[in-house]
């Protein structure tokens, strides 16, 4: 099953390419770092009123996706 990501977007031209919550540029890997280190969902939001709860919930799927996929080392490719 493919999963949508409706609320992350990555544009080249936007905070180096990096996954951001819904155009903004507040990459998604700022917002779990402040999960991650225990801010509560509603500080978070206060802190950055573009958020919303929906745009934490996704951005923790989409970190979780992510630890699911699998890598590939590619032969002769810096480790």
Partial sequence: MTRIFDR??????????KPCIRGLRIPVHIVLRLLAEGKAPDQIMADYPELEAADLKQAM????????????IVPGTPK
Avoid at 8 to 17: Q, V, Y
Avoid at 61 to 72: F, R
């Fill in 8 to 17: 992350i977007t990555i544009e080249p031209g936007k905070c180096d390419g």
């Fill in 61 to 72: 799927e989409y970190a979780a996706w992510l630890a699911n996929e699998k890598t590939v």
